[in-house]
């Protein structure tokens, strides 16, 4: 199974952006904790990361076109109002799993309780940190075989 891991904006920056609300493990702490999962589950894994909204578009769709079987999607901020994301997940025909590490409706900005991609997707995974990539992982892997 191959499964293409897109991690969208200030995600590179995991450790140092605001610690107290997404910890202190690094983005390559994140890309090794998911190597080693998928490892364990026997899942090729593709793990890429963009600041851009048209670089993840290309990313989605790159992943239709050299089929893919799943996609597991943090898009940071993107999720809050990007209707072209959305409308990419719709136009792709593979399994995309929303994932936030952190649970934006607990959140105290407004503007993150909105999530508009979440609609689109198989499944969305919060508040679990790096583990819900994991739960991801799993979920696509039974919803692929369905």
């Given at each position: 199974m191959r499964i293409l891991i897109i991690n969208g904006p200030n995600l590179n920056l995991l450790g140092t952006r605001e610690p107290e609300v997404y910890g202190t493990d690094t983005y390559a702490d994140l890309?090794?904790?998911l190597?080693?999962?998928a490892k364990e589950l026997n899942i090729d894994i593709t793990i890429r990361q963009s600041n851009y909204e048209g670089a993840i578009l290309d990313?989605?769709?790159h992943a239709a076109s050299e089929r893919y079987?799943?996609?597991i999607l943090n898009a940071a901020a993107y999720?809050?109002?990007s209707y072209a994301i959305r409308d990419g997940i719709k136009a792709i025909s593979i399994p995309v799993v929303n994932v936030h590490l952190t649970d934006p409706a607990s959140r105290p900005e407004a503007f993150r309780?909105?999530?508009v991609i979440k609609p689109?997707?198989?499944a969305?995974?919060?508040g679990k940190g790096f583990v819900g990539y994991v739960d991801a992982l799993r979920l696509l892997t039974k919803e692929v075989i369905r």
């Open positions: 890309e090794t904790f190597r080693a999962e990313l989605m769709h079987e799943g996609i999720s809050h109002y309780h909105t999530d689109v997707c198989v969305t995974i919060k």
